[in-house]
């Protein structure tokens, strides 16, 4: 009975432990804040920083603009709890539906919130050149490591999601009457580089990382 409860007393201080360490990391969340760049068109802007446990992998930027008929992100950031913090930015300013994701590239900061936004209806639109990423040993064995390095946020349950609708060409979404003109510009970043511009609301999203734009003074609106 004793050796029993020495055990048991065992596993319930790592449990506590492990609890507290949960705990701690969600009290200390890096600042995510959308900001309003022209009219229903909204950003979030990433850290200088390399992914980490401790900033959630949120070294990438991110952006939504919302129309009468629903919200195109642009980016799904670098870890689901990510994600979702950003479609609670969202619920913050409208409750219209999440109709789309444009992905401007497949690395993993920008993709592995893509299953929070899959989970809440929307549709994900991306280079068919990513399709070779997405399926390859790198992809996988990047994962593999990001689970590790970036844990608790990206873990076991985090999934690379392949779009549902890949283009080859410039290809022009309309929502609630805002175009969304989506455009191949790689190779350069990646083989599948995009970008996307709204005519109506004169913003261009494209996919440069915050240190690139910080070093040159530049935003990616």
């Not at 919200?71 to 619920?91: F, Q």
């Not at 076991?156 to 455009?183: H, M, N, S, Y």
């Amino acid at each position: 009975m004793n050796g029993l409860g020495t055990w048991g007393r065992t596993i319930a201080g790592l449990c506590l432990a492990v609890a507290a360490s949960w705990a701690g990391a969600q009290s200390s969340q890096p600042p995510l804040k959308a900001r309003q760049v022209a009219d229903g068109t909204f950003m979030v802007q990433g850290l200088a920083e390399l992914g980490s446990s401790a900033n959630q992998n949120f070294i990438s930027n991110s952006g939504f603009v919302i129309t009468s008929e629903g919200v195109v992100v642009v980016d799904a950031l670098g870890s689901p709890e990510l994600a979702r913090r950003l479609l609670g930015e969202i619920r913050q300013v409208t409750q219209q539906p999440v109709r789309w994701v444009v992905v401007t590239h497949y690395h993993a900061d920008h993709i592995y919130g893509l299953q929070v936004f899959k989970s809440a209806g929307a549709q994900i639109l991306a280079h068919e050149r990513a399709r070779e990423y997405l399926n390859s040993d790198t992809a996988a064995l990047r994962l593999k490591a990001s689970r590790q390095d970036l844990w608790p946020w990206v873990d076991d349950q985090t999934k690379l999601v392949p779009a549902d609708r890949w283009i080859q060409k410039t290809e022009t979404l309309r929502l609630g009457g805002v175009d969304f003109i989506v455009e191949p510009v790689g190779p350069a970043h990646t083989a599948e580089d995009l970008v996307m511009y709204v005519p109506q609301r004169r913003v261009l999203r494209s996919e440069e990382h915050t240190s690139e734009l910080q070093s040159r003074g530049l935003i990616s609106y």
